[in-house]
């Protein structure tokens, strides 16, 4: 198995290199997981971190699947999962906005209701990731440049683990790096500002995905 891939781990670095700059630049996803991180617990922002992986990694097997082929066959259902997505995210902004100034409850939370919040942000996170399907485009674009006209199904579930590496393990950072003691306490010193900021980012973001909705 490990043969079959050899040849290939130079063009899957190069796809790993083209990835990652657009998995660390900030976007919806990124609003949520350290919003999510900072305001409830780094075992929340963890499973957001995972949420997020597991999208991605959806989205990169329907690009490998050739589904940025079918999108450009039928735009109109390309746009209407973007309105869709846009739709999504301005409603994540709007819960945040009117919960801004509702006190947060940091202690006296059970384990049954701990482990229902981690649930509740491990899907937050994946339906986050999976409201933007802009990032189908992003991989499809990556491997349609940079994979080869031959590739071998080890190789392509070799892009897919790393895809999901590198994509949970990226929020994950962010996760544990807000939900650590001082930016837990800035949070709950200003968290009107922290989250109507939150809320307007992801807004915007939402307003820009509708907004461009008749768009490739």
Not at 106 to 122: E, H, I, N, W
Request: aromatic share 6%; no cysteine; glycine share 10%.
């Amino acid at each position: 198995m490990m043969d079959s891939v050899v040849p290939y781990l130079g063009p899957i670095g190069l796809i790993f290199l083209a990835l990652l700059a657009g998995v660390v630049s900030p976007g919806p996803s990124f609003v949520q997981v350290a919003r999510i991180a900072v305001s409830r617990s780094r075992a929340d922002g963890l499973a957001a971190a995972l949420g997020m992986g597991l999208g991605a990694l959806v989205f990169a097997a329907l690009a490998l699947a050739g589904l940025q082929a079918l999108l450009a066959a039928l735009p109109g259902v390309y746009m209407a999962l973007k309105v869709l997505g846009g739709l999504y995210l301005m409603w994540i902004a709007i819960q945040i906005w009117r919960g801004a100034r509702q006190p947060l409850e940091m202690a006296g939370q059970d384990k049954g209701a701990a482990r229902r919040t981690v649930l509740q942000s491990f899907r937050q996170g994946l339906v986050t990731q999976l409201s933007n399907p802009k990032i189908v485009v992003v991989y499809s674009s990556v491997f349609a440049a940079l994979l080869p006209a031959q590739f071998p199904l080890p190789a392509a579930m070799l892009v897919l683990a790393g895809v999901l590496v590198m994509e949970t393990g990226w929020y994950a950072v962010v996760a544990l790096v807000l939900s650590s003691s001082v930016p837990r306490a800035a949070y709950l010193r200003s968290k009107a500002v922290v989250d109507r900021t939150a809320a307007g980012a992801m807004g915007l973001l939402g307003l820009r995905l509708v907004a461009t909705a008749h768009t490739a």
